[in-house]
């Protein structure tokens, strides 16, 4: 049994930072490239960021791109988004997501429909 929990979220000011984690247990545990997805009200679910097992590749949504940084800690089973300089259009639910390696190889990362796992969510709330 797969499974992702999320924590960390909360409301912060504008420019505030937070770090999200993200735990993984079952057949997320390990070998599985990892992503970060959010949904906001009223609309779809986009994809932030995403980081292979290796750690060698993180590709970013250009909207986050310099404020906010994925990592993971292998040993502990734990996806971390270290999020910085809030903004209130970052105000959504965010979701963990765990994705084969295969479909990373095959640059599926950005694409939600691709990944097999999810975790339930958490909200971050950025108000102006």
């Known amino acids: 049994q797969a499974q992702l929990v999320e924590s960390g979220g909360g409301l912060v000011q504008t420019g505030s930072s937070l770090i999200l984690s993200c735990s993984a247990s079952?057949?997320?545990?390990?070998?599985?490239?990892m992503g970060w997805f959010r949904r906001a009200p009223g609309k779809e679910r986009e994809f932030v960021a995403a980081?292979?097992?290796?750690?060698?590749?993180?590709p970013y949504a250009d909207s986050v791109k310099g404020r906010f940084t994925i990592s993971r800690d292998n040993a502990k089973n734990t996806v971390y988004l270290q999020m910085n300089s809030l903004k209130p259009e970052d105000t959504a639910v965010y979701y963990c997501?765990?994705?084969?390696?295969?479909?990373?190889?095959?640059?599926?990362?950005?694409?939600?429909?691709?990944?097999?796992?999810w975790g339930q969510g958490t909200q971050v709330t950025v108000s102006s």
């Open positions: 997501a765990a994705l084969p390696t295969y479909k990373w190889n095959s640059g599926q990362y950005y694409l939600p429909s691709a990944y097999d796992y």
């Open positions: 079952g057949r997320t545990a390990s070998g599985h490239a």
């Open positions: 980081i292979n097992w290796s750690t060698t590749n993180t």
